[in-house]
């Protein structure tokens, strides 16, 4: 039996009400001059949830664009560090399409797994995430082919699904429980029934997104392809832009910048993309990747042969922003399914 509830549209709303006014921060989907972007609402009325994707994917929320880390000033006999002080308020991540979700628990695994970083973890702690199962599916989706669904659960502590102008949601960790707990016995239980409802609208949805899957096997072929003279045709078309790495729900890398002088100044992390000509530029000018073809099959094994030889899944989650968003129409999956048929010929 799953631990759920059916919320006519009323309830759900009074629910996001109460989480609005239990002091809580709540990101929602909103529309933003003309984007839709996650974005801190004061009002129900400002979450859109019938959406496709928004432009942005909600990972700023756990792992800013930009964050001070430290602050620095010399005194007349010691040097002074700062730190910068923790946002004490909880937040609720709401209406999370199930690849954004997956996304963070691959940013999950980056941050956390092994020697936590302090940053990441301090918001994570603080942080709640309820996604939205999909009712339909966009043509640049491929949740699918990379071990995703668009009724996923992966890095969700709640799920809402549209049902028959209803709302089913599930609780799946315990801080799912703990969000909805003051309210949830005014709830109606949901059935074994309208679950299986659920699960078919899934299967539909599944059969709208036209991509077969990547074999998980595929990763030691990749691996064993590095050397292949197609990364050379495929990456020359690569304009180096970074726009990939900046919309994706799941992309970690980073810079470090100091900024001050002798006697103040601070350290910041800022968004970097391994697409960039200066990400693995040395000191002495000597840069071991030195063209953008390099760089490209770079981000395609990272996210399709490293992480998942060591962590088991694609670090892609098929969102499919990348494809949309590039300027000169690289697909990231396609790349992928050729290099892949190209080793193998």
Not at 177 to 204: G, H, I
Not at 268 to 279: K, P, T
Not at 286 to 291: E, L, Q
Request: hydrophobic content about 40%.
């Amino acid at each position: 039996m799953i631990l759920g509830w059916r919320l006519t549209d009323a309830e759900r709303r009074e629910w996001l009400e109460r989480l609005l006014g239990s002091g809580r921060r709540v990101v929602a989907p909103t529309r933003d001059g003309g984007l839709l972007l996650f974005r801190p609402i004061a009002s129900p009325d400002e979450a859109v949830l019938d959406y496709g994707n928004t432009r942005w994917s909600p990972k700023e929320h756990l792992f800013p664009r930009a964050e001070e880390l430290f602050s620095y000033r010399l005194t007349a006999d010691e040097v002074k560090l700062e730190q910068r002080a923790p946002d004490a308020v909880e937040q609720v991540l709401f209406g999370l399409r199930p690849c954004d979700a997956a996304g963070l628990a691959r940013l999950d695994s980056v941050f956390l797994d092994g020697a936590p970083d302090a940053s990441y973890a301090e918001r994570r702690s603080r942080t709640f995430t309820v996604s939205l199962a999909c009712d339909s599916a966009r043509p640049e989706c491929f949740c699918t082919a990379v071990g995703g669904s668009p009724g996923g659960t992966d890095g969700s502590d709640l799920q809402l699904v549209h049902l028959d102008g209803s709302w089913l949601l599930r609780a799946l960790t315990d801080k799912g429980v703990q969000l909805v707990e003051t309210v949830s016995a005014l709830w109606e239980q949901a059935t074994d029934e309208d679950w299986a409802a659920a699960k078919e609208c899934q299967r539909a949805v599944e059969e709208e997104i036209a991509r077969t899957p990547l074999a998980a096997e595929w990763a030691g072929v990749l691996d064993g392809a590095f050397g292949h003279p197609l990364w050379a045709a495929v990456g020359e078309r690569c304009l180096g832009c970074g726009v990939c790495a900046y919309v994706c729900p799941s992309c970690s890398c980073f810079d470090v910048d100091d900024n001050g002088s002798a006697f103040c100044g601070t350290r910041c992390r800022l968004w970097d993309s391994c697409g960039f000509a200066s990400f693995t530029k040395h000191a002495s000018g000597h840069n071991p990747r030195p063209d953008q073809p390099s760089r490209y099959r770079q981000r395609v094994l990272h996210k399709f042969a490293y992480y998942p030889l060591e962590h088991g899944s694609f670090m892609c989650v098929g969102c499919g922003r990348c494809t949309v968003l590039c300027p000169v129409g690289l697909d990231i999956q396609q790349t992928v399914r050729r290099v892949v048929e190209e080793a193998l010929a």
